[in-house]
């Protein structure tokens, strides 16, 4: 197996797991139960550890690609009807963590020389960021009344912060690990 491939494959394991401990060491095994709000860890961190191994090891349509593949993954797996509001919800907020992931490509690209726990640290910023914003827009469109704004903002950034900083640790765990692994 190529060295590219094998790269791509252990960034994603390496995110894919540390996000799966983390959430299991603070919500227990009720992360695999997909009827819980905090299974978003399971499904969000798979999406999340997939896509930053494309952008980082593969070429633009690779890319795209990817991002439209795990759109219909999250709106066959979340196994609701499909229903404008279900898929309106699904999109924004695959966008957002999708471009939390570039934006953190980005950032770790510019700054490559910062401490590894400040760049694993990034992600779960950036993240919370674009939920929060995910989450203000979805209000706004559906009904700004029928839900309370800082619980909704609270929860969805507290799921962010839990994916962002187990991907980020197990993609910079890789990134230290890579030269003894490969």
């Not at 950034?157 to 490969?182: P, Q, R, S, V």
């Amino acid at each position: 197996m190529n060295s590219n491939i094998k790269s791509l494959l252990l960034t994603a394991v390496f995110g894919f797991v540390v996000c799966i401990l983390l959430g299991l060491l603070f919500f227990g095994t009720a992360i695999f139960n997909f009827r819980y709000p905090v299974s978003v860890i399971v499904l969000s961190g798979f999406y999340g550890a997939i896509f930053f191994s494309v952008l980082k090891y593969q070429k633009k349509k690779e890319q795209f690609l990817t991002a439209f593949v795990i759109l219909i993954l999250d709106l066959l797996l979340q196994g609701k009807s499909i229903t404008t509001k279900f898929l309106i919800r699904d999109i924004i907020f695959i966008a957002s963590l999708l471009s939390s992931i570039l934006c953190y490509k980005l950032f770790i690209n510019k700054y490559n020389s910062l401490p590894l726990f400040i760049r694993s640290l990034s992600l779960p910023l950036l993240l919370g960021l674009f939920n929060i914003l995910a989450t203000l827009i979805l209000i706004l469109i559906f009904n700004p009344s029928a839900m309370k704004i800082d619980s909704a903002i609270f929860l969805n950034a507290k799921f962010a912060a839990f994916i962002g900083l187990g991907l980020g640790i197990g993609f910079d765990l890789f990134e230290k690990l890579k030269t003894k692994i490969i």
